[in-house]
């Protein structure tokens, strides 16, 4: 059983910054895939980025690349996500997510475990 609590939402203007972060309890923290997704009013949750138990692979969906970067510290239980050059269209309830072994990682249904989101809003 994983828990997850997300810190970091916020306002800010387009084109700033913010730091989520997900903080994890429960066993085997390093062994667990973990991902961020975003929900937006009235729209699907979709995938943002995942990455690897070891922390060596991450993937990210095509609109944030080059501007989110995820890291995990194992050591923390903590999983975060780096937001930078932020747009209106970032805009979103962000939630962090956990899996042992994702059959696809960009699908929500792979992940057994949901945090209870922080909000993101850009402002144009």
């Known amino acids: 059983q994983v828990q997850l609590v997300e810190s970091g939402g916020g306002l800010v203007q387009a084109g700033g910054s913010l730091r989520l972060s997900c903080a994890a309890s429960?066993?085997?923290?390093?062994?667990?895939?973990m991902a961020w997704f975003r929900q937006a009013p009235g729209k699907e949750r979709e995938f943002v980025a995942t990455?690897?138990?070891?922390?060596?692979?991450?993937y990210y969906t095509e609109s944030v690349k080059g501007r989110f970067t995820i890291s995990r510290d194992n050591a923390k239980n903590t999983v975060y996500l780096q937001m930078n050059s932020l747009k209106p269209e970032d805009t979103a309830a962000y939630y962090c997510?956990?899996?042992?072994?994702?059959?696809?990682?960009?699908?929500?249904?792979?992940?057994?475990?949901w945090g209870q989101g922080t909000q993101v809003t850009v402002s144009s």
């Open positions: 990455i690897r138990w070891s922390g060596g692979s991450a």
């Open positions: 429960g066993r085997a923290f390093s062994l667990y895939y």
């Open positions: 997510a956990a899996a042992l072994r994702p059959t696809i990682a960009s699908l929500r249904q792979s992940y057994d475990y």
